[in-house]
């Protein structure tokens, strides 16, 4: 059964911390107890959950390279979750973990001693497939690969799940791709139609049913340091990442 899920796409602009932030909260709002790892030296997840990320005692930073215990970093939200955050001290990260043991297992170790107080665990990738993904797709059971249907979605997915079949064979061996998220879809988009078609025929169930359109509150909420769930909860965004949180519980029900 998946407990840690990471959300990964090497582009950009696809809804990545968007998905990790609303799947956190979706999923705390069925009573689970969830922990959101910002693992992007941007911040942003941490930012969107209401966090300022400049005034931060402790960070991933410090877990990772500075011996720091991940129960002395973790935040509880406002969404109803807990919070593991990071800032741009984390850029630094990529360079000096090439320099110790482990480098690739760093986040695994990290998590274990905290992992059993959770039911789920939501990690935010960075959009890029670099030491710091490395560390979270080694860290998961499943990959959440959010993407919009456009023209060059599919050859970055395929370079994305020929580095996840990698890591499955050398580092992770249940490592597998829990869902692709179709993200920001238009329906009256022909070529978003297409492409969609084209992800199923391909992948087949690993394409979610959940849809997340194109929706403005979705896009707001992250100023407002809110989840869609806490910042508009009748928003068809939000009530989109519910129905993510549900469709994932279901599968592993069923798996």
């Known amino acids: 059964m998946d407990k840690i899920f990471a959300v990964a796409n090497q582009k950009g602009g696809v809804g990545k911390t968007t998905t990790s932030v609303n799947l956190a909260a979706s999923l705390a709002a ?3 107890r969830v922990l959101l790892v910002d693992l992007d030296p941007q911040g ?9 990320k400049n005034e931060l005692e402790h960070t991933i930073y410090d877990v990772l390279l500075g011996g720091v215990p991940a129960a ?9 979750y807990d919070l593991l955050p990071a800032n741009g001290d984390l850029t630094a990260a990529e360079v000096e973990l090439l320099d110790v043991a482990e480098k690739e297992q760093r986040l695994r170790l990290a998590l274990a001693p905290v992992a059993g107080r959770y039911d789920a665990i939501v990690i935010d990738c960075a959009p890029s497939l670099s030491m710091l993904t490395l560390n979270g797709l080694v860290a998961a059971d499943g990959v959440i690969i959010p993407m919009q249907c456009e023209y060059y979605a599919l050859e970055g997915l395929a370079a994305l799940t020929r580095t996840i079949e990698r890591v499955a064979e050398t580092a992770n061996p249940g490592l597998h791709i829990a ?6 879809f238009d329906p009256r988009n022909t070529l978003a139609n297409d ?16 849809i997340v359109p194109r929706n403005v509150r979705l896009a707001e909420a992250p100023a407002h340091g809110l989840p869609a769930l ?3 909860k009748h928003s068809r965004g939000a009530m989109a990442y519910l129905a993510l949180a549900s469709e994932l519980l279901r599968r592993q029900k069923r798996g």
């Open 30 to 32: 069925t009573r689970r």
């Open 44 to 52: 942003n997840a941490s930012t969107g959950s209401g966090v300022s």
């Open 72 to 80: 002395d970093t973790v935040i509880a939200v406002e969404g109803g």
């Open 179 to 184: 869902g692709i998220l179709r993200t920001m």
């Open 195 to 210: 492409v969609s078609r084209e992800l199923i025929s391909h992948f087949g169930d690993q394409v979610l049913n959940t």
């Open 230 to 232: 806490q910042y508009d």
